[in-house]
């Protein structure tokens, strides 16, 4: 009896060993997937977006081939949450009905690379969802995502500290491309970057890591600025105010926010008495004197900007803001807002009164002369035309729409004069008007119920908790990308997509997981909790 059971006891411990060890390689296996994943998304932001189908197309190939893997290895998808396989099963519904589209296309060429395009990113969200297994991964997906917008916003910066060697691409060729060669995606990428970066400075305690995101975040600004682009900082905007409807220690948010803008205000008031930055056809050796004083500019406003937050860092470790300063910094922010919501408000009114709103939404913009004018016009640049031409075909073909991928089509035959286009400028209305209103429903409830449900569940976190935190920056990141694609066609250039699909999947498996305690495993642990301590 006694031998029997020290039998028992061996094999059980042998069962255990096994388990373990299976466990370990399964994390292991699924760590290898993600950074995967990563790697390839950092190569396309360097890589001309993978715009093209000799660049997108195989890593189309290598992500399928990656789910076809996984689909074998047992328990690879054993921890994915149920709202986790609601978002796949939307997001299978958009790709079944792009596939179905095949049989009414009036193009099959366009409609097999948007079915593949859309395969991708499906495969993509289903494997980063199964591969984030544990809560020390959320924080690396962050810093990798803000360190592709530091390359993506260095590289766009070279191009006006030394245009020569580095030129934009973009059509004026006064506004920063970067590597992804489009200045709004461009923008979108910093603008995440900015979110992502608050969100991690909130969430660090040492003077050094602080500062050095601080400077990450001022160089996101910087890049922002010479991007141009207007429904950039737009779609920044909104994510901020996300990011502080959500965050537990606003406060914090708001003092880390102002002591980079700053700096930043600083850097592009001198940016502005540079002519030769914003003028088409400047002279090379204006250009060339232009950059080197912007280069001294924007280091000067890097150490600023990496000094305060170190010090404010110091300072907020050892003192405590008394409830009745927060009172009243609090009531100064909220001035400010309201400020800046009335100024907005009135010079928009003011256009809308002297009669000119219509003709200035729908003219468009001359390439030559001073591109920074552009910040001050309400032109949407021909994208009230697009959109125009997609719904009137949307509302011929409500049910099944031309076909994946065939809007260029539609253009060509309904524009109102010569130019060309292949994108709606706006990926929600794009599905109704080439898909239908299947494809729209479901990319559409995808996006509401991605962000509805990491907004609730960062609402419902502990106030001063690095989950929190991570949650809101996250969710801020998510509505940049979602609300910069109602005016943008970042769908068609990969790692903006890719990097929005790793991030959704990081944030909904974080939401789900009440029990990560991100406070614990954190390499930066949060500031102190006790009340008053900012």
């Known amino acids: 009896m006694t031998r029997q059971l020290r039998q028992d006891e061996v094999r059980e411990s042998r069962g255990r060993g096994k388990a373990r060890r299976v466990g370990r390689a399964l994390a292991a296996f699924k760590a290898l997937v993600l950074l995967a994943l990563i790697a390839v998304t950092a190569y396309g932001m360097l890589n001309q977006a993978l ?11 290598g992500i399928l081939g990656v789910l076809l893997v996984t689909l074998f290895v047992r328990g690879y998808y054993r921890d994915v949450p149920r709202v986790g396989w609601v978002l796949v099963a939307l997001m299978a519904v958009l790709v ?33 969802l199964a591969a984030v297994s544990t809560s020390r991964q959320v924080s690396p997906v962050v810093d990798a995502a803000v360190l592709m917008s530091v390359a993506v916003a260095g590289y766009g910066l ?51 890591p602080r500062g050095v995101y601080a400077a990450f975040v001022l160089l996101f600004g910087a890049a922002l600025y010479l991007t141009l682009s207007r429904g950039g900082m737009l779609s920044l905007g909104v994510g901020l105010l996300v990011m502080f409807a959500l965050g537990g220690n606003r406060l914090q948010t708001f003092s880390n926010l102002l002591l980079v803008s700053a700096p930043l205000a ?22 060339l004197a232009a950059g080197a004083a912007l280069l001294t500019d924007l280091l000067i406003a890097l150490g600023v900007a990496f000094v305060l937050q170190a010090v404010y860092a110091v300072a907020a470790a050892r003192y405590e803001l008394v409830s009745g300063a927060r009172r009243v910094f609090g009531a100064a922010v909220l001035a400010a807002v309201l400020v800046l919501g009335c100024v907005g408000f009135y010079l928009a009114a003011d256009e809308l009164l002297a009669g000119n709103f219509s003709e200035a939404v729908t003219e468009r913009m001359d390439q030559q002369g001073d591109a ?23 509302r011929e073909r409500p049910l099944l729409g031309t076909g994946a991928g065939t809007f260029l089509y539609t253009w060509q035959q309904n524009r109102p004069g010569f130019g060309g286009v292949r994108q709606v400028h706006n990926v929600y209305l794009e599905q109704g008007t080439e898909t239908g209103v299947v494809a729209f429903l479901a990319l559409t409830g995808f996006a509401v119920l991605l962000v509805g449900y990491t907004a609730q569940a960062a609402w419902r976190s ?32 990969p790692p903006s997509t890719l990097i929005f699909f790793i991030l959704a999947a990081a944030a909904v498996k974080l939401a789900s997981r009440e029990d990560w305690t991100l406070d614990e495993d954190s390499p930066y642990p949060p500031p102190s909790e006790v009340p008053g301590k900012r």
């Open 51 to 61: 715009y093209t189908d000799d660049l997108w197309l195989p890593v189309a190939a």
């Open 96 to 128: 079944a009905t792009k596939g179905l589209s095949m049989t009414w296309t009036i193009s099959e060429t366009e409609t097999v690379r948007e079915l593949l395009r859309s395969s991708m990113y499906l495969a993509a969200f289903v494997v980063a």
């Open 158 to 208: 070279l191009q006006k500290i030394n245009p020569v060697a580095y030129s934009a691409t973009t059509p004026d060729g006064v506004r920063i491309g970067s590597t992804l060669e489009y200045a709004n995606t461009t923008a979108m990428i910093v603008g995440v970057g900015i979110v992502l970066g608050l969100a991690r400075m909130n969430d660090m305690r040492g003077p050094l």
């Open 266 to 287: 600083w850097f592009v008031y001198r940016a502005q008495g540079l002519d030769a930055l914003f003028l088409a056809g400047a002279p090379e050796g204006q250009q």
């Open 372 to 394: 920074s004018e552009r910040l001050a016009s309400l032109s949407s640049n021909s994208r009230s035309q697009y959109w125009e031409v997609a719904w009137e075909e949307w």
């Open 462 to 493: 502990a106030p001063l908790g690095s989950r929190r935190i991570l949650l809101s920056g996250l969710t801020a990141a998510l509505v940049v990308y979602l609300f910069s694609s109602a005016l943008e066609w970042h769908w068609y250039l």
